[in-house]
């Protein structure tokens, strides 16, 4: 009897034995995440939150019986809670496709509250974030109603306060240049491009506003190669001398858009990962970010330029390009981007 008992349990472990290597061995190969695995999880998530928030907004205004026009007549009381709104109106106007985009009533109203002159008994900071707040509102319109008025608030640079305004002015600028039909944008051509020449050349009087001041003329670089036409890249060629790094990089990537290889000696400054001007005056913990930064747009524009030249006139460039591989300083992603970007300008 014992042994009979015996012989049955070594049966039973037998078998178990059998089917967890069974199913040992039916386990699914392990496998790094591919690309498509890593879209699903982490962009396709983040645009469909984009989405939910765009639409709690729209409803957020139902429920309170506001529409947008309303709304924004109500940043002209100029209280505090004025900017939270226009930053609000500028997340709906960001939208795709938002009706908002084509509503003339709707730009001048936001014109109206830009064009209210700052006071030194009214300026504060939440005024200024206000202002702010409707440049970007005008620059995500596909009408050009305000275009005139962010011009006119990207001359102003009397002060500290008038700097921040007049960058994110420029800014909303190269936006809406963007969002413009040709014929529209060819109308207003002129008047743009004057505009920015005279912004490009703003120089610091005051030390205190150095630093806005050369984010302002940076901008303008930036607005200019988007602007194109002769005086635009003229002006752009002599802004890859200039002093702040930030203004001849968006020098070089605007004259790289047109196929212009004056931006060669930039570009290889941008490539370069040693290179401390890329970094200077950034906080120390944003250097790598800035650097990969820097870098992305270099390569970017190196395949700009490819569109108009031979693989064998970028040579100096396309070398710099491939030596981002071996340099520890450049993050795995700038360096399958710039494996790409050697493979299509060495395939055209």
């Given at each position: 009897m014992s042994e009979q008992t015996e012989n049955q349990r070594q049966a039973e472990v037998d078998e178990s034995s059998t089917t967890l290597s069974e199913a040992d061995t039916a386990l699914p190969e392990i496998r790094p995440p591919n690309a498509g695995f890593i879209l699903q999880l982490f962009l396709i998530p983040m645009m469909i939150v984009s989405v939910i928030i765009?639409?709690?907004?729209?409803?957020?205004?139902?429920?309170?019986?506001?529409?947008?026009?309303?709304?924004?007549?109500g940043l002209q009381k100029m209280n505090n809670a004025s900017w939270q709104k226009a930053y609000t109106l500028s997340s709906l106007l960001r939208a795709p496709a938002s009706e908002l985009k084509n509503d003339e009533e709707l730009a001048?109203?936001?014109?109206?509250?830009?064009?209210?002159?700052?006071?030194?008994?009214?300026?504060?900071?939440?005024?200024?974030?206000?202002?702010?707040?409707?440049?970007?509102?005008?620059?995500?319109?596909e009408i050009d109603a305000g275009l005139s008025a962010l011009l006119n608030a990207a001359e102003q640079t009397d002060n500290g306060n008038d700097l921040v305004i007049a960058l994110t002015a420029v800014e909303a600028v190269a936006v809406l240049m963007s969002n413009l039909d040709e014929s529209v944008l060819a109308e207003n051509y002129e008047r743009i491009v004057e505009t920015l020449l005279a912004v490009s050349n703003e120089q610091a009087e005051n030390p205190d506003h150095a630093l806005r001041v050369n984010q302002l003329r940076s901008a303008a670089g930036f607005a200019l190669g988007v602007a194109g036409g002769d005086k635009?890249?003229?002006?752009?060629?002599?802004?890859?001398?200039?002093?702040?790094?930030?203004?001849?990089?968006?020098?070089?990537?605007?004259?790289?858009?047109?196929?212009?290889?004056?931006?060669?000696?930039?570009?290889?400054?941008m490539l370069d990962p040693e290179n401390t001007a890329i970094t200077s005056g950034e906080p120390e913990g944003s250097h790598a970010f800035k650097r990969s930064v820097v870098i992305t747009n270099a390569i970017r524009a190196v395949v700009s330029l490819s569109e108009f030249h031979q693989a064998a006139e970028l040579a100096d460039l396309v070398d710099a390009i491939r030596n981002l591989d071996s340099n520890e300083n450049v993050v795995s992603q700038t360096k399958l981007l710039a494996k790409d970007a050697v493979v299509k300008i060495r395939t055209k």
């Open positions: 765009c639409v709690w907004l729209l409803f957020n205004f139902i429920s309170r019986g506001e529409t947008p026009t309303e709304l924004v007549r001048q109203e936001l014109i109206a509250v830009l064009e209210i002159k700052l006071t030194a008994e009214t300026t504060d900071a939440n005024q200024v974030k206000l202002r702010i707040f409707v440049c970007k509102c005008l620059g995500e319109f635009a890249l003229h002006r752009l060629v002599s802004m890859l001398d200039d002093a702040y790094p930030n203004a001849r990089f968006n020098a070089a990537m605007g004259l790289a858009r047109y196929g212009k290889l004056e931006s060669t000696a930039v570009l290889l400054e």
